[in-house]
């Protein structure tokens, strides 16, 4: 009942949020209570404890769980921020529905019903792309709907050759049908692929960029936090449920980590020549997708462990990132159509939500990421110093990049102190415009820009707990003792 | 040799989807192609008939023929009600004139592109690729039970990516995401029903027909906000402006 509960319960909530969407108040009120309180049924199911309901079994592990309370609280997050942050009409109600979907694709077990769960998500993500304020009196802008044309399309492409795969896996048996294409290797190429789909992969990428430059931020947060994570839960899933695929594959798998650490490198290097702030992060997320896929695809405790972690990371981090990124974005009462440089000046809480978001993806101690990046350098140690040199490259790219976005819009000098024009004849100060008082950030988001902050500090300086829940979950898999 | 007229109805259907641009001429054919899969599939019996609707049948066939008249709904009253304008009391001046500006470049381009035979070449060829690939990959790489059903999803699929590669408006590529998931909705059918696989299960056959349905929504979405932006469903226009 509880599983069923934490699907659908989302969903009747959705309609509700939708019927009160020209309230935003009441619509964010609404799905915050709805997020708590599937965040109290969450902690109430009992790990491991499947149950089968019309043949499908629903179960949810330690890892699961602990995925599942972090998307609910990013979501719960995400809906605060739109109190004060732009975003469409439908907002709302359709991360709700993502939330269940994504609540569903945690559950269940069968992978049929996961992949299909993933490709029915990026529909729903496609709603909100597009999606404008209430009653706004502008008109959509094509390249909001290009690029959601292209995440549909990509993501209905991996969701079939992630099916096929699966069905594949379905009547694979080990050493059968000798003379052609291994079926083994054809599993795990399509695999590949649909996931570096998913998880924008250089060079399926495109998707990542345009949903960076045309989409509202907090549509991209959603994106990326909710449905790129849980298709990498997917993919443990997979590993996990079919470990004959990793056993006769170490070719393929090495050419998945040099694909993942091309990515990186490529992603960082792009970050450093972007022409716009929202492109450079875009590409820093990019060398940090490409980063946890390599820790996936290195298939050892050390490096899964570290994807694990990173993933964890990766969700905070882009949050905080996009949320700053919004409010950086706010008309800020200075005249408009020009590009300033004094953005850490103007917003302080927003600028330095940015600069420790981009720390946390790139992984710089005391943040969030530092842990996972040791762990998958230490992995990528284990398999030859070449391919470690090439992920320190990229970060050290990484964190090029992300100086130069820092010194290009965040650390200049104040625009705003004009030097005091000296009294004309017979005018006195009475006489002059009272000065100019810029407003502050807002308060609601500039305080929720501080607790993500603070979470990702505190994840950097005690990663402890966090990695004995990974690490005990990680050694549970059987693919890892069957290797 | 028997001749399986339910096959050469999936090809037949896919290629005039692949080759047409009218959406007159592919939305028929679209629901053709979903009447055909279904009777294929029960021609071919990878499920144990269970219903007496116009001789023997399993509820999957006509799960799939439902699916496939909603999805053709869907898209057909999209396209029927592209002339209308919503949601303009709310726009401003510029909002309006870039409309009216939007209808006036449609209208020209409309006007200056006539039917040209040349449009057609590209499709023409990506279909005999498929085709070719199609047949022979059966006798290649046979993953499904019979080769009928292998050449059945291999052919949707690989026409419904050439579909979206040669496409030059959004309903053409929902077209072909839709070919692709009959694609997949085919292989699954009949590898998971063969006995040393895992078996049928209701709940992704119910998500396979309900992915359909968001599908054809989703695109008629997009297509009904594109036409409602730009008053074309062109997809060079897209990227123009």
Known sequence: MLYLLLIFFPIAMAASAFVLRKNSGMAISVALGAVITMMLIAAQIPLDDPTRF????????????????????????AIVGAWHLPHGENFVPTALLMLSEVCAVLLLQNPFITTLLLAVTGLSAVLAIVDLPAGTSSLVGTRAIAAALKYMVLMVLSATLMYIAFVLTDIFRPGELPGRLSLSHFILALLAVSFALRLALIPFHAWLIDLMEHAEPLVVALVITLLNTSSLLVLLLAFQSFPTLLIDNEGPLAVMRIGSLLSAVLGAGLSLGAGSLRRALGYLILYDCGMVFYGLASVSSLGLAGAVFGALNQTLAVLLLLVSLSLLERPDGRPPGVLRRDLLRRWPVAGAGLLAGGLALIGIPPLGGAMSRLLIYQAAAEKGWIELLALLAATLLAGLGLARAAHERLLGPSEDEAAPEPLMLGETELDRPAPRRLAPEPRSAAALTLILLLICLSIGLYPGPLLATIDGAIRELAFIRAL | MQINWFLIGIGVTATVVLLFRDWRLTFPA??????????????????????????????????????????????????????????????????????????????????????????????FWAGVLALFASTALPWIYAIAPTPAADFAWYWLLLTGVLTIATASDMLK???GL??????????????????????????????????????????????????????TLELNELYKR
Do not use: W
């Not at chain 2, 009959?182 to 049928?200: C, H």
């Not at chain 2, 992915?211 to 409602?228: E, N, W």
């Open chain 2, 30 to 123: 679209l629901l053709l192609n979903y009447i055909s899969l279904a009777f294929f599939l029960a021609e071919q019996q990878f499920v144990a008939p269970d219903l007496i609707l116009l001789g023997q049948m399993s509820t999957l066939v006509l799960v799939k023929l439902i699916t496939g008249v909603a999805v053709t709904l869907i898209l057909t009253l999209t396209a029927l009600t592209f002339s209308r304008e919503y949601g303009l009391e709310n726009l401003d001046e510029f909002g309006l004139s870039e409309l009216r500006r939007a209808a006036r470049t449609a209208q020209r381009q409309r006007a200056s592109q006539p039917f040209q035979l040349g449009d057609y070449v590209v499709p």
């Open chain 2, 178 to 231: 839709l070919l692709c998931a009959s694609g997949v909705d085919t292989l699954y059918t009949a590898v998971v029903s063969t006995p040393n696989a895992s078996g049928l299960n209701v709940i992704p056959l119910a998500l396979l027909s309900h992915v359909h349905i968001l599908l054809a929504l989703a695109i008629a979405y997009l297509s009904g906000l594109l036409y409602g932006r730009l008053k």
């Open chain 2, 173 to 175: 590529i929902g077209l």
């Open chain 1, 54 to 77: 019309l043949g499908v079994t629903l179960t949810l592990n330690a890892l699961n769980r602990m995925f599942m309370l972090l998307f609910l609280a990013l979501a719960g997050f």
